[in-house]
């Protein structure tokens, strides 16, 4: 799935208070806590971007709302002259009106919040934070009533994987959220300690997902496959994102370390053929499978496309 209009990511902490087993960050130290983007370093970064053309900001960490800063950079990014400012968040602090109102009027345009099941106990014990559940469901209609478009992020592991069907029935069906972003873990941070325990296969995955996606009928179209090669899944290759070289839209990453990315370089080195790449018809477009993946798992359980997906 192509996209073109070029985005900023503003990478500006890594404290956060969920402590999801699944995280691409690493364990926290007070070392990583202390690698908090200043607003002037944040502020340079958004200068930067919006001379280089970068019309879309995305905004995460760690988690963002952990910053008194934050209506202020979006007000700022707005100021600059960027048109789609999306916070990304695990929604605790949504959940309170007046502060999903207070960033809405500095300029915020979108939000995607990550959910993980869709029942308390789940995701709960998934981010280890109690109470979490209720204040995202109060958060989901916090910006509901503020009127700006609701991504969802829900990361697949072990422990929710055979809740994915109804995850997608509640929360594309009967609450109708814009879109929802489903993440197989990337086997880095704490995931990479946590993968024998929490991580799926692909294998292990795909029938719970094409069962969520059989029940959603129109609604299919409002979930996307993130870190998917097209192999893992075929017949829903069209849903897939950042699979092929030729679908990365313009993107750099300013890390609270304080250096910057290139996104789309990042990816690339990150993926790599496996041995059924040779015979497909998505190579040389395919990036590959994550080498992490292929280190743990091996490359048994994948296997030649034999047709090009129709591009959505």
């Known amino acids: 799935m192509k996209t073109?209009?070029?985005?900023?990511?503003l990478f500006l902490n890594y404290a956060c208070n969920a402590k999801c087993p699944f995280c691409y960050n690493p364990p926290i130290t007070q070392?990583?806590?202390?690698?908090?983007?200043?607003?002037?370093?944040?502020?340079?970064?958004?200068?930067k971007a919006a001379k280089a053309g970068r019309t879309r900001l995305n905004l995460h960490g760690g988690e963002v709302t952990l910053r008194d800063d934050l209506a202020k950079l979006v007000a700022l990014a707005r100021k600059l002259g960027f048109s789609q400012i999306t916070l990304v968040t695990n929604g605790i602090?949504?959940?309170y009106p007046e502060y999903v109102e207070s960033l809405v009027e500095s300029g915020l345009t979108h939000v995607r919040i990550s959910v993980h099941a869709?029942?308390?106990?789940?995701?709960?014990?998934?981010?280890?934070i109690p109470g979490a559940y209720e204040k995202v469901l109060?958060?989901?209609?916090?910006?509901r009533d503020a009127d700006i478009p609701l991504g969802l992020n829900f990361v697949i592991i072990k422990k929710n994987l055979a809740k994915l069907p109804d995850f997608l029935s509640y929360f594309c069906g009967e609450l109708k959220v814009d879109d929802v972003i489903l993440y197989f873990p990337h086997l880095r941070g704490m995931m990479a300690l946590n993968a024998d325990r929490e991580a799926p296969t692909y294998a292990e995955s795909a029938p719970f997902i094409k069962k969520g996606f059989a029940r959603l009928g129109r609604a299919r179209e409002s979930v996307l496959l993130a870190n998917f090669p097209p192999c893992a899944l075929p017949e829903l290759a069209d849903r897939m994102l950042d699979w092929a070289r030729d679908d990365h839209a313009p993107a750099d990453m300013t890390h609270p370390e304080g250096f910057s990315e290139d996104v789309g370089e990042m990816k690339d080195g990150q993926r790599a053929p496996v041995p059924a790449c040779?015979?497909?018809?998505?190579?040389p477009r395919c990036l590959g499978v994550e080498r992490e993946y292929v280190a743990r798992r091996g490359a048994g359980e994948f296997a030649p496309v034999k047709k090009e997906p129709a591009r959505t």
């Open 4 to 9: 073109t209009a070029p985005v900023h990511e």
């Open 31 to 47: 070392e990583l806590l202390r690698l908090d983007l200043s607003f002037e370093q944040a502020a340079a970064s958004l200068y």
């Open 93 to 95: 602090r949504l959940g």
């Open 118 to 128: 869709a029942d308390a106990k789940t995701h709960d014990e998934i981010v280890a």
């Open 138 to 143: 109060k958060a989901v209609g916090n910006v």
């Open 278 to 283: 040779a015979a497909c018809a998505l190579e």
